[in-house]
């Protein structure tokens, strides 16, 4: 079985400017989950997604941060515009049908902003 | 504010020997915790898991402890093996807040052949 897919899977851009990562989850997953881990410390969970509605964004930063699941599967998410303190891994996740069963993570994507 | 703690920045271990991480946590709504397992350019990988209503739970060399009257819980690594090297974090969550999971800072295991 297929892992949870992310891309790309390193990113450098300069502040101000616009990041999108994009996340491919297990099949049949229906809840995904997208965390900001900055060095030294554990994952943040930034939102969660049952099907392709949202189940929790408060603590996504809504003034930079977006994100989307359309259809349901696939989920990208977007930083415009960036700042320093952006630079994290950006670790997507998903879990089969309840918000509760075991979350498996893709690697992640690691962002410098410069 | 900071609600699951692991205040060993990393372990050291010897092969064959007992590797035990902690974690501490503040928030009293935490009723399932779990610890997952990471290596380098790796998500984290799930490892084990322990409900509230329980206070030990085993899976082969892993057993978690729970102490909830300490806000406490441990891993217990018996008998350590050179693959166990890894970033341990540990991870609670609420019951209303089903699926939203809080991490710990983590703890870097080394364990020396």
């Known amino acids: 079985e297929a892992g949870v897919a992310q891309s790309p899977r390193y990113k450098i851009i300069e502040k101000r400017q616009s990041v999108a990562f994009w996340c491919n989850p297990i099949?049949?997953?229906?809840?995904l989950y997208w965390y900001q881990q900055i060095l030294g410390q554990g994952p943040k969970l930034l939102i969660q997604?049952?099907?392709?509605?949202?189940?929790?964004d408060s603590q996504l930063p809504k003034d930079r941060f977006s994100a989307e699941r359309l259809k349901g599967v696939d989920s990208t998410l977007k930083i415009q515009p960036a700042k320093l303190e952006d630079s994290a891994v950006y670790l997507c996740?998903?879990?089969?049908?309840?918000?509760?069963?075991?979350?498996?993570f893709g690697p992640g994507t690691r962002l410098t902003v410069l | 504010d900071q609600q699951v703690k692991q205040n060993s920045p990393s372990l050291s271990v010897q092969e064959g020997r007992i590797s035990i991480l902690n974690c501490d946590y503040t928030n009293s709504m935490f009723d399932y915790f779990l610890w997952y397992k990471k290596y380098p350019a790796e998500g984290p990988t799930f490892l084990i898991s322990i409900s509230s209503i329980k206070d030990k739970n085993e899976d082969g060399r892993f057993t978690v402890f729970l102490n909830k009257s300490a806000k406490h819980l441990s891993l217990h690594i018996v008998p350590s093996q050179p693959g166990d090297s890894a970033v341990y974090f540990c991870?609670?969550?609420?019951?209303?807040?089903?699926?939203?999971?809080?991490f710990g800072q983590g703890t870097i295991l080394t364990v020396h052949p």
């Open positions: 991870a609670a969550n609420a019951g209303e807040s089903y699926g939203k999971l809080t």
């Open positions: 996740a998903s879990s089969l049908t309840h918000p509760g069963d075991t979350q498996y």
């Open positions: 099949s049949g997953h229906a809840t």
């Open positions: 997604f049952q099907n392709n509605g949202v189940v929790d």
